[in-house]
């Protein structure tokens, strides 16, 4: 069974400023997806960014990009130019193959400070 | 726009009844999914669904079981409500054979057991 480990379970950034959140997972296989979901305070589950295991270019979405180590089995996710917006829960997530299912971690509180 | 839409945005019931959440997509998608969010536990897969009148245990079946009638709707039921059901109750949907695309969530279903 795979596993995701998020061992911070809060974080806090001054607003501008950049921030890495840790994500680890286990697992066999060498076929996945992995996946930053991002939860703000009463709202919708939203996808921040998503990776490829086959594609070794590090996903980038505007202000969020990621660092995926295969070997290491370790995806953080960056957030740069930190915006009050961006205070929310994050949570990673992996994704077996062509599996849908997702196994999630435990999730971060995500703070940006005025 | 993907939407997935929960019936109830808060839900307070006693303890024995049997309660329904319900969830309902627009985009024609195969595959469907009920977790639970707790906190310090992140998501945890209760049921999913690959298509009508499919279903398949996820990580915490126990105490629920689900209906699938029809392709946009998945309902998830509670047989006999307890309080350590009380939860925060997640909705999502997904294209099917496509790996890297996401989950689509609702807004969820926060429900309480008295």
């Known amino acids: 069974a795979q596993t995701v480990t998020q061992s911070q379970p809060e974080m806090s950034v001054q607003e501008a400023e950049t921030v890495t959140l840790s994500c680890t997972y286990d697992?066999?296989?060498?076929?996945?997806?992995l996946f930053w979901y991002k939860q703000p305070p009463s709202r919708q589950m939203i996808l921040v960014i998503r990776?490829?295991?086959?594609?070794?270019q590090n996903a980038t979405e505007n202000r969020f990009s990621v660092n995926f180590q295969k070997a290491a089995k370790s995806f953080s996710l960056k957030i740069s130019d930190s915006q009050l917006g961006d205070t929310a829960m994050y949570f990673c997530?992996?994704?077996?193959?062509?599996?849908?299912?997702?196994?999630f971690g435990k999730g971060i509180t995500l703070s940006v400070r005025p | 726009d993907v939407k997935v839409t929960q019936s109830s945005r808060y839900l307070v019931k006693r303890t024995g009844e049997k309660v329904f959440l319900e969830c309902v997509q627009d985009?024609?998608?195969?595959?469907m999914f009920w977790y639970r969010q707790d906190p310090g536990l992140g998501l945890r897969l209760i049921y999913f669904?690959?298509?009508?009148?499919?279903?398949e245990k996820g990580d915490i079946p126990e105490g629920y079981s689900v209906s699938r009638e029809k392709k946009e709707r998945f309902s998830l039921i509670l047989e006999s409500a307890s309080t350590n059901q009380t939860s925060m109750y997640l909705c999502?949907?997904?294209?099917?054979?496509?790996?890297?695309?996401?989950?689509?969530f609702g807004d969820g279903t926060r429900l309480s057991i008295l």
């Open positions: 999502a949907s997904k294209e099917t054979g496509l790996g890297s695309q996401p989950q689509h």
């Open positions: 697992t066999s296989e060498s076929n996945y997806y």
């Open positions: 990776q490829e295991a086959y594609k070794q």
């Open positions: 997530a992996f994704m077996k193959g062509a599996n849908s299912k997702l196994t």
């Open positions: 985009m024609d998608h195969e595959n």
């Open positions: 669904s690959y298509d009508v009148k499919m279903k």
